[in-house]
């Protein structure tokens, strides 16, 4: 349900449903709605807005969703990589479990460098480039 939900607000033109057009759009029940609704915003893959003077919100993709994602994604890997190197220093950089980790680590944080390069590029080439209508 959440792949559908997101897949209807990315090709909907108005860009935001509501709970109930989205039931109505995927023939799916208000509680199967909410609940995919609220996971794909605790992932900041859908965001929720209110309108004045009503109760209704709508749903919507939020811009360059993408991005965020991954931007959220490089703060991660930095915190794993963190981790994984005070397990190193717990179970002694000598051992084969701190071997593991300390090679763990490496593996984040070369991920970690990389994925900033990646999305440093990605800023570049959206400044050259206008994707939105």
Same mark, same amino acid.
């Given at each position: 349900m959440p792949a559908r939900i997101f897949a209807a607000l990315l090709t909907a033109d108005s860009s935001r449903l509501t709970?109930? !057009?989205l039931a109505g759009l995927l023939q799916a029940s208000p509680a199967a709605v909410s609940g995919a609704v609220r996971y794909l915003v605790q992932l900041g893959? *859908? @965001?929720r807005e209110g309108e004045p003077g009503s109760r209704r919100h709508h749903y919507r993709v939020p811009d360059d969703v993408w991005n965020e994602l991954l931007v959220h994604r490089d703060r991660l890997l930095q915190r794993w990589a963190d981790v994984l190197r005070e397990g190193i220093d *717990?179970?002694?950089a000598g051992t084969p479990a701190g071997a593991r980790m300390a090679e @763990?680590? !490496?593996y984040f944080d070369f991920m970690y460098a990389e994925l900033s390069d990646l999305l440093a590029r990605w800023r570049q &080439? &959206?400044?050259l480039i206008d994707c939105r209508p």
């Open positions: 709970a109930t !057009e893959m *859908v @965001s *717990v179970l002694g @763990s680590a !490496e &080439r &959206r400044a």
